[in-house]
């Protein structure tokens, strides 16, 4: 049947044998598809995008000011590739997102809820076919994670992910997200994904780890802001209990306008420092060596997905760059030894406002 006579059996009155007819001859999951299958906070919904149903429409009630995060899975990855889109109760599109999830897998959150009404979810494919499961949770209605008082659970191939509401401490605003299992430091590469999210999506994740340490540091938690954590299965590894817990940083941010020395020796290579900004904020980065070290610098976001500066792997002794900062958030300035043979040194490093 194609699109006109769909409209039309949705938007006019027929008589019953009419309506009968058009019945027999509309597939079933096409005609639910275009009105829509109801889910609920909390509770997972399964279904299948085929070639011929590539979207599905999904209707949830929320409430202004819900705080929720809408988890779209596939359960094959390898064969589909999901695309989530949050409506609003007028059909006026609020967000989208592709792969904000683990992997190639879709997430939409954490998101407070603009005004009453009935939302629609369309659950989509960026590229292939294949079952999915979707879930809008409550924020509200998660476990809190708080400071020094860590949680357990359990995650393997039956119970895949479990989430944590993060309780910012206005003292310590920079904090680190530990995961504990029965593993050894050799086996981490088995040990559960953590990840970490916030207004703005993806904050930091142990994925990017090579190797994996289970522990996300630093971690910025903004008092009144909503942040997560989600701990995933690894599907190389056979899951298992663990024990998360939130904890202060160790790491120590660049003072503004302060200078302060690092070194660089053959057993690192690499020192990462991290500075807070505001967005519309200029800075400027200043480094310089002492010696014949020559470094290497780049400039990024915490979770990476902003980066403010790279010099192309050219070494240099002095390096002065200017940064207008994209958002607030902390920042991280990498610093590598140029020769990456192991050149010991040391140099100095410098943020600073930059004056109009």
């Not at 889910?39 to 011929?52: D, G, I, K, R």
């Not at 940064?323 to 192991?342: E, K, M, Q, R």
Request: charged share 15%; hydrophobic share 40%; with cysteine.
């Amino acid at each position: 049947m194609n699109r006109f006579v769909r409209y039309r059996f949705v938007r006019y009155r027929f008589a019953p044998g009419l309506l009968l007819i058009a019945a027999l001859l509309c597939p079933v999951g096409l005609v639910q598809a275009q009105q829509g299958w109801e889910l609920h906070y909390n509770s997972a919904v399964h279904n299948t995008l085929t070639e011929s149903q590539p979207e599905h429409r999904w209707t949830f009630t929320g409430d202004a000011g819900d705080r929720i995060l809408i988890d779209m899975r596939a359960d094959n990855p390898d064969m589909l590739d999901t695309y989530l889109t949050l409506l609003d109760p007028t059909g006026g599109t609020l967000l989208t997102d592709d792969d904000g999830g683990e992997g190639f897998n879709s997430r939409i959150g954490p998101y407070q809820l603009p005004a009453d009404g009935q939302y629609t979810i369309l659950a989509a494919r960026y590229s292939g076919v294949g079952a999915y499961a979707l879930e809008v949770r409550s924020l509200d209605a998660l476990p809190t994670l708080r400071s020094g008082k860590p949680l357990v659970g359990v995650v393997n191939a039956e119970h895949v992910s479990d989430f944590f509401l993060l309780e910012a401490v206005p003292e310590m605003p920079l904090m680190q997200v530990v995961l504990r299992t029965d593993l050894s430091a050799d086996n981490m590469v088995l040990a559960p994904s953590l990840a970490v999210y916030g207004a703005d999506g993806l904050i930091a994740t142990t994925e990017a780890q090579d190797p994996p340490t289970g522990i996300i540091d630093p971690v910025a938690l903004l008092p009144g802001e909503a942040y997560f954590v989600v701990v995933n299965w690894n599907a190389n590894g056979a899951g298992g209990p663990y024990e998360i817990d939130l904890i202060p940083s160790e790491v120590e941010l660049l003072e503004s306008g302060i200078v302060q020395q690092a070194t660089l020796d053959y057993n690192t290579v690499t020192q990462q420092h991290f500075f807070w900004a505001e967005a519309d904020q200029d800075v400027r980065v200043m480094l310089q060596t002492h010696d014949s070290l020559a470094l290497t610098t780049e400039i990024y976001s915490l979770d990476q997905q902003v980066w403010l500066f790279n010099n192309g792997g050219l070494s240099v002794h002095e390096l002065s760059v200017r940064l207008t900062i994209p958002a607030n958030g902390l920042y991280v300035i990498a610093v590598h030894d140029g020769s990456f043979s192991g050149e010991s040194g040391t140099y100095t490093i410098l943020v600073e406002p930059v004056a109009e």
